[in-house]
């Protein structure tokens, strides 16, 4: 019996070696894309146990921490490695990000960073002092900061007749903007532009941009004030210009609340902060306009979606996209971010067309139901207020989760329909702690250290299906 025992425990010691050794195995490969060298002095640690496989993930990841300036604090081919990994990942949470969607556009992507929105992200899980909610709340420009990057010497998109001009301005399309053959009102007498270039290289960490680049526009021949193609319009990873250029609609036209509101900025908010895809509110939330002649908007099924979308879209209501220059001149073009001033305040309300729509304040409304089922029916004045309202919620700290919960566990959170989980599962219950303890502690690297230690991330009975 004595010797039975003995062999049970040797076993389970073996197991348990072996399974610590897999579990740092797994987590490496995930962080840095590569595999573990076979004379690995971490091995030795984890086999000693001298240190948990848990704790080496953490500190593998902890490698690549930022600095003050948002720079990585040892540069090496490793922490290089995963951070570029991390921002990979990041990258991938976002459903639009071809900045270049015309060929006319193919400037844009050397004076807007077109991965900004995700950069925060990878800032709050490798900075010590920045929470989590700096994702929607924070006023910063943030761009890559780049390893090489004196060493592009060409535009990184080609333009509409297949060239890739050199972007020191000596190539035959230059920093020069306006044009006068299609519209002269629009474009402008034309001019050379001096603007700061997005860094090409290495990603070796991220910098804060003091100093914006502003573009002076032209509209049916008035001048405009200028706009900024680098500085975030409100607070937030969705206030910033890519985010903005992306996700809005209706080019070179003001909104009018009818037809033309920016409906795609409405409804990717919800796929890319809270992991929901619309309808998001039930048949008793909705209420048609029966007065209203546009079609969509009088009928329940085409509201159990423009409920939602439409109030929200009011937020971007004084937001215009413009081409920025002369496509058939050798001239650099590109899309950019108008913002007319609002002149009068106005609570929002469903109307079919109000032509001066665009320059009204707006009181616009987050109306959904949450991932437990509850109705949020909240009020925002402003667009700079929807970080504070939005960090105030479990739905986008349980968004964040579920996303590195996938990239982890290989398991997918279906949040749409967390409310028809088991209310006995397991699962249910550790993603709702998870929530609690993240909009708590605001440390996203926390939150990656809890799934590794729990038994969803090594399972000897192979994956764990979703409860």
Same mark, same amino acid.
């Given at each position: 019996m004595f010797k039975?025992? %003995? @062999?049970? /425990? @040797?076993? @389970?010691?073996?197991y348990a070696a072996d399974l610590n050794i897999s579990t740092y195995i797994k987590c490496h490969q995930q962080f840095t894309n590569?595999?573990?060298?076979? !004379?690995? $002095?971490? %091995?030795? $640690?984890?086999? @000693?146990?001298?240190?948990?496989s848990q704790k080496a993930c953490i500190n593998l990841l902890e490698k690549a921490s930022l600095n003050k300036n948002l720079q /990585?604090?040892?540069q090496n081919p490793k922490t290089i490695a995963i951070l570029k990994n991390i921002q990979s990942l990041h990258n991938s949470w976002f459903k639009l990000y071809n900045l270049n969607r015309e060929t006319q556009d193919h400037g844009v992507t050397n004076v807007t960073d077109a991965d900004q929105m995700a950069y925060y992200y990878t800032v709050a899980l490798l900075s010590k002092d920045i929470p989590y909610s700096s994702v929607f709340t924070s006023t910063d420009t943030i761009w890559a900061k780049r390893k090489g990057s004196e060493e592009n010497i060409y535009s990184n998109d080609k333009d509409i007749q297949g060239r890739r001009s050199k972007i020191d301005g000596t190539g035959l399309r230059k920093? /020069? &903007?306006?044009? &006068? $053959?299609?519209?002269? !009102?629009d474009y402008g007498d034309e001019y050379f532009w001096n603007p700061t270039l997005v860094e090409f290289g290495e990603l070796i960490g991220f910098q804060r941009i003091k100093e914006h680049s502003y573009f002076k526009r032209l509209k049916e021949g008035k001048k405009l004030d200028q706009s900024s193609l680098t500085k975030n319009l409100f607070p937030g990873a969705f206030g910033s210009v890519p985010y903005l250029i992306l996700n809005l609609g209706h080019d070179n036209? +003001?909104? !009018?609340?009818?037809? +033309?509101i920016h409906r795609r900025f409405a409804s990717n908010f919800f796929s890319d902060f809270l992991c929901r895809d619309l309808p998001v509110i039930e048949e008793r939330d909705i209420h048609p306009q029966k007065e209203s002649k546009i079609s969509f908007r009088n009928q329940k099924s085409c509201m159990a979606c423009h409920e939602t979308m439409d109030q929200f879209a009011s937020l971007t209501s004084n937001l215009e996209i413009f081409n920025a220059g002369e496509v058939h001149t050798n001239a650099y073009v590109f899309r950019g971010i108008y913002q007319y001033k609002k002149s009068s305040n106005s609570n929002y309300q469903y109307t079919d067309k109000d032509p001066d729509f665009y320059q009204k304040k707006h009181s616009s409304r987050l109306y959904f139901r949450d991932y437990l089922g509850? %109705?949020?029916? $909240?009020?925002i004045s402003d667009s700079n207020r929807l970080g504070e309202v939005i960090k105030k %919620? !479990?739905?986008p700290y349980l968004c964040t989760i579920s996303r590195y919960f996938y990239f982890l566990t290989g398991i997918r959170i279906d949040l749409n329909n967390f409310t028809s989980m088991n209310k006995e599962s397991d699962l249910r219950d550790f993603l709702i702690k998870l929530t609690k303890d993240l909009k708590t502690n605001q440390s996203t690297l926390k939150t990656i250290e809890e799934i590794i230690k729990s038994k969803y991330y090594i399972s000897s009975n192979g994956p764990i299906s979703n409860e």
């Amino acid at each position: 019996m004595f010797k039975v025992l %003995l @062999s049970f /425990l @040797s076993i @389970s010691s073996v197991y348990a070696a072996d399974l610590n050794i897999s579990t740092y195995i797994k987590c490496h490969q995930q962080f840095t894309n590569q595999r573990v060298s076979s !004379d690995s $002095k971490v %091995l030795l $640690k984890i086999r @000693s146990g001298e240190v948990s496989s848990q704790k080496a993930c953490i500190n593998l990841l902890e490698k690549a921490s930022l600095n003050k300036n948002l720079q /990585l604090k040892e540069q090496n081919p490793k922490t290089i490695a995963i951070l570029k990994n991390i921002q990979s990942l990041h990258n991938s949470w976002f459903k639009l990000y071809n900045l270049n969607r015309e060929t006319q556009d193919h400037g844009v992507t050397n004076v807007t960073d077109a991965d900004q929105m995700a950069y925060y992200y990878t800032v709050a899980l490798l900075s010590k002092d920045i929470p989590y909610s700096s994702v929607f709340t924070s006023t910063d420009t943030i761009w890559a900061k780049r390893k090489g990057s004196e060493e592009n010497i060409y535009s990184n998109d080609k333009d509409i007749q297949g060239r890739r001009s050199k972007i020191d301005g000596t190539g035959l399309r230059k920093w /020069l &903007v306006g044009g &006068v $053959k299609d519209n002269p !009102d629009d474009y402008g007498d034309e001019y050379f532009w001096n603007p700061t270039l997005v860094e090409f290289g290495e990603l070796i960490g991220f910098q804060r941009i003091k100093e914006h680049s502003y573009f002076k526009r032209l509209k049916e021949g008035k001048k405009l004030d200028q706009s900024s193609l680098t500085k975030n319009l409100f607070p937030g990873a969705f206030g910033s210009v890519p985010y903005l250029i992306l996700n809005l609609g209706h080019d070179n036209e +003001k909104t !009018d609340g009818g037809y +033309k509101i920016h409906r795609r900025f409405a409804s990717n908010f919800f796929s890319d902060f809270l992991c929901r895809d619309l309808p998001v509110i039930e048949e008793r939330d909705i209420h048609p306009q029966k007065e209203s002649k546009i079609s969509f908007r009088n009928q329940k099924s085409c509201m159990a979606c423009h409920e939602t979308m439409d109030q929200f879209a009011s937020l971007t209501s004084n937001l215009e996209i413009f081409n920025a220059g002369e496509v058939h001149t050798n001239a650099y073009v590109f899309r950019g971010i108008y913002q007319y001033k609002k002149s009068s305040n106005s609570n929002y309300q469903y109307t079919d067309k109000d032509p001066d729509f665009y320059q009204k304040k707006h009181s616009s409304r987050l109306y959904f139901r949450d991932y437990l089922g509850k %109705l949020v029916n $909240k009020e925002i004045s402003d667009s700079n207020r929807l970080g504070e309202v939005i960090k105030k %919620l !479990d739905d986008p700290y349980l968004c964040t989760i579920s996303r590195y919960f996938y990239f982890l566990t290989g398991i997918r959170i279906d949040l749409n329909n967390f409310t028809s989980m088991n209310k006995e599962s397991d699962l249910r219950d550790f993603l709702i702690k998870l929530t609690k303890d993240l909009k708590t502690n605001q440390s996203t690297l926390k939150t990656i250290e809890e799934i590794i230690k729990s038994k969803y991330y090594i399972s000897s009975n192979g994956p764990i299906s979703n409860e």
